[in-house]
DNA sequence: GTGAAAGCGCTAACAA
DNA sequence: TTGTTAGCGCTTTCAC
């Protein structure tokens, strides 16, 4: 199984290595007898040029590295099938790595990335999204971006990595201007962690409509955690024990969702009829859930195109606007409805 | 941003480039005085060795290339993090590719893979589990082979791929036993194409397990179609509008099997008090979904060590077992229960 | 239009 | 222990 070579091509052709490689890159007049000669034996060879050595005069490797938190997760699934399908698109490829929340794990296939020395690295979730940005993690951060540029879907404070953001603000806005138009004065924020950057911007765009619309905001019904199931079923648990009971509940992702509607059901009450359910991130779960889930979408495939575009801009030392957002749209599905009469 | 080399890094120690590598691989002795002077250069200048250039003379990459059918999908997603888990134990590095179902893409990838001298493919459904393999395709993928190692969780009549299989008759043993033993004779097998080889296999048990049992084998019970929601949805919707209505369903994933049972409650029936249902693959849907879904495990980290592990072997020349079994694991939730008195 | 030769960044065999 | 050298497989000047 000893590899074939340029160089065992040429020969039976009759032509020099370099011969071979014009038509192989196609950039170079070859004549025509000559070209056809060597597209057989590669044919008969069934021979692919090796993409390292290619890569190593290219100095440019058209692969972008993908860095998720964890692909098990829809969101990051789908964010990464449309980055591939990008790339592809883009003549680019794609490696993916999962950090599976581990800081160190992270940092490690940062490292493995740039040895690849792929052209820049999308980080997807991890701590990139973190509210506030670890100084030590940042100044690594700093070292490796001097040597490949990085995309985040966060912020990291103090480095130069691009943007590319759903607009978190906007996001909140959809969800709460809908519930508020079905007469809901009672909503719950359920799931997430604060010391997420988007999460952070959730919270915060929460408290400021409910000024705007002159209701009141009640610590009980912000309660975070994780983005988990878990966390979604337990928090809801919570808010019947400890009372009071909202209207309405946005969960920070639809597996939270899940969640807080299987503790809806369990407490003996109807989804939307008893209380309207609505969550992030529009996975193939909002469809499957009973009810179906009104849930805010990312458009994920402009989303991928443009965290792609940012990544290979960013390898082909092109500028980009620093920081780019997305903006989210509203996907209404049954679990939401008008608030009872009587109630809010 | 020019990138450091290993000269550049040999120069400023005053020693020589092959006594940078030394320090790098760590595979000869060097003067520790001029090792920490090299280290300390490597520090200074965040240096990182191009994988590339080492893996042409290498020879091995350590680097698995991955073709899932569809990421998006939660099986695919939990053999690929198995996977990713278990090559890093390893020292090895995968690369994931998404065929989305089309033969031409998965070919195209396995190109690509093959351009980047992975040391082996690993196919996650796509055309090797196709039951009869098309002639044409076994042509390529035989030719591609004959470059690079191919790991199927299929088959691929007359080629030389390794096999890693679920064991599909034991998995539908489980269901079928599982079901029967709780009263139920008229089973319903809901969705799959026939012309996939798990598929094939678990309807070919579901009859002999009906025969050792005494039980009849009905044709309107056994409707296939896709592995997604809709599939199941409109299949338990025809088996309610043309009849006759089964005491229990199994479907062929949990996607399918939420669309059965949206079907079921559409239809005013409890689940698992009217009908039981049951899947294949155990993601975290089962946990979602309200009954929570009995679902038959496959052992997902194991399974990805064992594809890892016959992949590397593969890469490096080493001997397998050609066919290597997973033995599956019924998890019993709450969609399933006695048949009711009465019934059967 | 084509070949010879240099070089991409690294490792390994061979001397010293 | 260390440096020199050759070579991995390809692309790309530079002559002709």
Known sequence: MKNITIYDIAREAGVSAATVSRVLTNNANVRPEKKQKVQALIEKYNFRPNAMARSLTDTRSRVIGIIAADVRNSYYSKVFVACEMAARERGYMVILCNSLGETDLELMQLETLYEQRVGAVIQLGGRADDLVSDTEYVETINQMTSNVPLVVTGKLDGTVCRQVQIDAGKAIDLLMDHLIGLGHKEIALIGGRKDVLSTFEKLQGYRRILKEHHLDYREEYVRDGGYDYETGYRQMNELFACGPVPTAVIAINDYAAAGVMRSIVEHGLRIP????????????????????????????????????????????????????????????????????????
Do not use: C, M, W
């Open 273 to 344: 009829e008893d209380i309207s359910v609505a969550s992030y991130d529009n996975t193939s779960l909002t469809e499957l859930l009973n009810p179906r889930l009104t849930s805010v979408d990312y458009h994920y495939e402009k989303f991928g195109e443009k965290l792609i575009e940012t990544a290979i801009a960013a390898a082909e030392g092109i500028e980009v606007p620093q920081l780019q957002l997305i903006a989210p749209e509203l996907i209404v599905r049954e679990s939401t409805a008008a608030v009872k009469n009587g109630q809010g």
